[in-house]
C-alpha cells in the first residue's frame, strides 16, 4: 500500500494518513473502525457515485458493526450550496449523529467540499474521512483540509478549515471516470508538476509525446506527497500554500463568469496556467518563455483548454477573488519550472493583461 503521511504541528496539532492503492475502497470499514470514536456514520455521496461506490462502502462499515446512513445529494458544482448543506444537517440529525460519530465524504472534490463543511460545522466539529472518486479530488481537494461552498457572487467564500481523519484513495475508481472528468484532474497534477516536480513533468512529457503509460498509483502517492509538504509548512495559507493558487486567479473567475458547469474546475486552471505564464513573460518574472510552450502542449494532450472565451467578462468575477487585499491580488508566477513567485498586482494590471 502506497502511503503518504501529513503532519501539522504548530498552533494545531493534526496528523492523518493517505493511503493509495487499488481496491482500498473494500477495506473502508477496518480502516474506519480504527479511529472512529463512536459508533455511527453517515456517507455523504452524489446521485451518480451512489449508483457506483455505496453499496460497497456501507457494506464494509457494517460489517464493522458501524450503524451506516446515506445522504445523497444531486451531482454538479451549481449544487454546492448552502441547500445541499441543510440537506447533510437534516441526515445527520435524523440518524442521531453525536460529536464521536464520523461523516464519510464518497465522491468527488464538491462532495468532499460539502461533507467536510458539514463536519467542520455539526455540533461544531466532528470527524470526517474522504474517500475522493476523482483524480481532481484525489490530488487536490481532499488533501490540505479547505472546506467550502459557493454562493451566487463566487466560488468557495463560505468555508473553514477542517481536516480528515483519514484520506482513502482507491484507483481503481479512476477507471469510471469520463475522459474529460480524468483530463480535468491532470490539470492539477500538471500544476504540481510546474511547481513542484521536474522528473514528474518529464514523465507527463513522456506520456504525451511517446504515449508511455501513466502509472496513476504514483502520480496520486506523488501528488499528495507534494501537497502534504505544502499544507504541513503552511496550513492557514500565510506564504507557500499560496504556490497551490497558480493558475486560480484566472482560474477560478472564469469558471465563475461561465456558469458553474460550463467549464470543469480542472478546465478553468489550464486556462489560468497559461495566462499565469503569459503574464510572468510579460512582466519580466518568467525568465525561460520555453515553459509557455511546454505547457500548452500538454495541457492540449489532454484536451484542456488555454485561452480565456471571448464571451466572458471577468471584470466582477475577479474582484471577488480570496486572495484579494483592497484593489491587489496575491499572483502565483512562475520563475521557472520548480520557483514558484508570489508578488501582489493589481486587478486593474491583470485586467489589462486580459484585454
Not at 491580488?329 to 513567485?341: C, Q, R, T, Y
Request: charged letters at 30%; proline letters at 2%; aromatic letters at 6%.
Amino acid at each position: 500500500m502506497n502511503k503518504a503521511e501529513v503532519k501539522i504541528k504548530n498552533d494545531i496539532n493534526i496528523n492523518y494518513d493517505i493511503l493509495v492503492q487499488k481496491g482500498l475502497i473494500k477495506e473502508t470499514g477496518k480502516l474506519v473502525r480504527n479511529i472512529l470514536r463512536g459508533k455511527r456514520a453517515l456517507i455523504v455521496t452524489d446521485d451518480i457515485v451512489n449508483k457506483l461506490y455505496t453499496e460497497t462502502v456501507k457494506e464494509s462499515l457494517e460489517k464493522e458493526d458501524i450503524i451506516t446512513s446515506v445522504c445523497v445529494l444531486t451531482h454538479g458544482e451549481s449544487n454546492k450550496n448552502i441547500e445541499s448543506i441543510i440537506d447533510i444537517f437534516s441526515s445527520l440529525a435524523k440518524n442521531e449523529l453525536s460529536r464521536k460519530d464520523i461523516i464519510i465524504a464518497l465522491g468527488g472534490g464538491v462532495v468532499g467540499d460539502m461533507a467536510g463543511y458539514a463536519a467542520a460545522s455539526w455540533m461544531r466539529g466532528i470527524d470526517f474521512v474522504q474517500i475522493p472518486t476523482t483524480l481532481l479530488a484525489c490530488v487536490d481537494s481532499s488533501v490540505g483540509g479547505k472546506t467550502g461552498i459557493n454562493i451566487k457572487e463566487g466560488k468557495n467564500l463560505v468555508g473553514a478549515f477542517h481536516s480528515p481523519k483519514l484520506v482513502i484513495i482507491d484507483s481503481n475508481t479512476l477507471l469510471s471516470l469520463p475522459k474529460r472528468e480524468f483530463n480535468e484532474g491532470m490539470a492539477e497534477v500538471i500544476k504540481h508538476a510546474f511547481l513542484f516536480d521536474e522528473k514528474l513533468l518529464e514523465l507527463i512529457e513522456d506520456h504525451c509525446y511517446n504515449n508511455a503509460e501513466l502509472d496513476m498509483d504514483y502520480i496520486l502517492k506523488r501528488n499528495c506527497e507534494l501537497k502534504a509538504h505544502i499544507v504541513e509548512i503552511d496550513y492557514k495559507e500565510q506564504k507557500e500554500r499560496m504556490f497551490l493558487n497558480f493558475g486560480h486567479t484566472i482560474g477560478h473567475s472564469v469558471e465563475n463568469a461561465a456558469g458553474y458547469g460550463v467549464l470543469l474546475h480542472g478546465e478553468a486552471v489550464a486556462i489560468g496556467i497559461i495566462f499565469a505564464i503569459e503574464y510572468g513573460i510579460k512582466k519580466g518574472i518568467t525568465k525561460d518563455k520555453n515553459i509557455l510552450e511546454i505547457a500548452k502542449n500538454i495541457l492540449k494532450a489532454f484536451s484542456l483548454p488555454i485561452t480565456i472565451p471571448d464571451n466572458i467578462d471577468l471584470k466582477e468575477a475577479i474582484k471577488l477573488d480570496k486572495k484579494r487585499s483592497d484593489d491587489k491580488i496575491n499572483f502565483v508566477f512562475l520563475e521557472s519550472i520548480g520557483k514558484p513567485f508570489v508578488e501582489k498586482v493589481s486587478i486593474e494590471d491583470i485586467l489589462s493583461s486580459i484585454l
